[in-house]
């Protein structure tokens, strides 16, 4: 089920995704409020609809041509279509006006609200708050979330679903929704609710499915590692469900995420940097290795991945890409530091490779963070196995050369599927480290070929990277053959 998805969804960009899920989303509010099942009126969603769009891409190109930068559209109209959902739909003037506002201050946030290159606060959410507090002096209603309803909570939680799965952040989802649920839900039951009363009231009537799925997830204003994520999605269900009010600022679902996102960048203080392309080199006929130079010294955990901006004219997968970092930690913190990523590089790929190839040596382009969890542990006494399909292998490379550079032994074994007939990428990596190489084909990647090869395998620490299909069938072969534990990455396919 899981490679069904992922084969599905891993066609497109996530700011593709994530736009043609709230189309549906909104496309299915009118019908529906054209039938009268629910309440706000179709013509003032539409006309509300068609004001942030135009006031969010207007300030958005505004603002990059004063910033001298390009506009990254997509992103204006998924914020701008998230703006729609949370603001009152209207067609009087003041209320078009109130909504406007908040779609320009949520463009205009990601460039005045940043920290070395890098906007602090989910937009939609900054411009919705500071809007409402305008409107407390003002007199007009701006947040008030209406899509959050009974007759949307089924596409709106397919839609959430499939944005969490595509990012592998449910678990931070349904951290924010079950405290939600329980902080919520308690004080309804302390006041006469019957508790399955209680819990249908926080899921139907309160926004927690479109915040936890469409916002919490949105991966700029998340912290890097798990449990900083775990811990922001709690501060803001804590936020988000215990009440107050303090003048303009009282309890609400901008607010609360808002403060996540304050928490978020105290944890994590990610700063945005810029890295000059250098040479390349082929690792098969239909892979190769870029090489970077940062505009500063790095720091990073071997396995970690980095993702790149490059302006062009994309594809559907839009202009920015994730990359695993392939070469060794202490290369990217050196004074002069370097770093590597490598890449399926078939013939008519994707637009980013192809604009990524055009550049001349020594072109800046920007890099928006680095960040994630598949890590080794931290105890050396611990064995490993690494089950790598094709470009999968580079996290590997990385987490093996980083134990060469500091003199580290330990009992690897590193079993690669090849993506074509005898290829096995990084080989002199796995080598250098004194890893155990296996090589496997993909059909004979069964539980029983699995134990052959590694007896001793449910005594070891599994990761799999590469593809999601293979990824999914490795994780299936190596818990079925044993082992206990077992760590995934995976590539979308760029």
Not at 441 to 454: G, H, K, N
């Amino acid at each position: 089920m899981r490679a069904r998805l992922d084969a599905v969804t891993g066609q497109v960009s996530m700011y593709r995704l994530a736009t043609m899920t709230l189309v549906a989303v909104l496309a299915l509010a009118v019908v529906l409020a054209f039938l009268g099942a629910i309440g706000p009126d179709p013509y003032a969603i539409l006309g509300t609809l068609g004001v942030v769009l135009v006031a969010a891409l207007g300030a958005n190109e505004v603002a990059a041509r004063l910033a001298r930068t390009v506009a990254h559209r997509e992103s204006s109209v998924i914020t701008a279509l998230i703006v729609t959902c949370l603001v009152l739909p209207s067609l009087t003037t003041a209320g078009l006006i109130a909504a406007a506002g908040a779609g320009v201050i949520a463009a205009l946030s990601k460039y005045l609200i940043v920290w070395r290159g890098r906007h602090i606060l989910n937009p939609a959410a900054a411009g919705v708050l500071i809007t409402g507090v305008i409107g407390y002096y003002t007199g007009q209603a701006v947040g008030v979330w209406w899509i959050a309803t009974p007759a949307l909570l089924p596409i709106v939680a397919l839609g959430a679903l499939l944005l969490l799965d595509r990012t592998r952040r449910v678990d931070v989802g349904l951290v924010f929704v079950v405290l939600a649920v329980i902080i919520v839900g308690a004080r309804l039951v302390a006041t006469g609710t019957d508790p399955f009363g209680a819990l249908t009231t926080v899921l139907l009537l309160l926004p927690v499915v479109f915040l936890a799925g469409f916002m919490l997830s949105e991966p700029l204003t998340l912290p890097p590692l798990r449990w900083q994520q775990w811990l922001t999605a709690a501060v803001v269900a804590v936020v988000f469900s215990v009440p107050f009010s303090l003048g303009p600022i009282y309890t609400s679902p901008e607010l609360a995420l808002v403060v996540g996102n304050l928490v978020a960048f105290g944890l994590s203080r990610r700063t945005g940097f810029s890295v000059r392309v250098g040479e390349s080199r082929p690792l098969s006929p239909t892979a190769t290795e870029w090489h970077f130079t940062p505009s500063r010294p790095l720091r990073f955990d071997a396995g970690q991945y980095l993702e790149l901006h490059l302006p062009h004219k994309a594809d559907i997968r839009g202009m920015r890409r994730t990359f695993s970092i392939a070469s060794a930690p202490q290369l990217a913190a050196s004074p002069a530091p370097r770093l590597s990523i490598g890449m399926r590089t078939p013939e008519g790929g994707s637009s980013f490779k192809a604009a990524l190839a055009a550049l001349e040596p020594g072109t800046r382009i920007a890099a928006t963070q680095i960040a994630g969890d598949f890590t080794l542990p931290r105890d050396a006494s611990i064995p490993l196995v690494m089950l790598a399909g094709g470009i999968g292998m580079t996290p590997f490379a990385s987490q093996l050369a980083d134990l060469t550079a500091r003199g580290e032994q330990r009992d690897i074994v590193v079993i690669v599927v090849p993506s074509n007939d005898d290829e096995v990428l990084y080989r002199e990596v796995i080598e250098a480290a004194g890893a155990r190489l296996v090589v496997m084909r993909r059909d004979d990647m069964t539980p029983d070929a699995l134990l052959a090869a590694v007896p001793d395998i449910a005594s070891r620490r599994a990761f799999v990277s590469g593809a999601p299909g293979l990824v999914s069938a490795g994780r299936s072969a190596l818990r079925r053959a044993g082992a206990k534990r077992v760590k995934t990455d995976y590539f979308a396919g760029y």
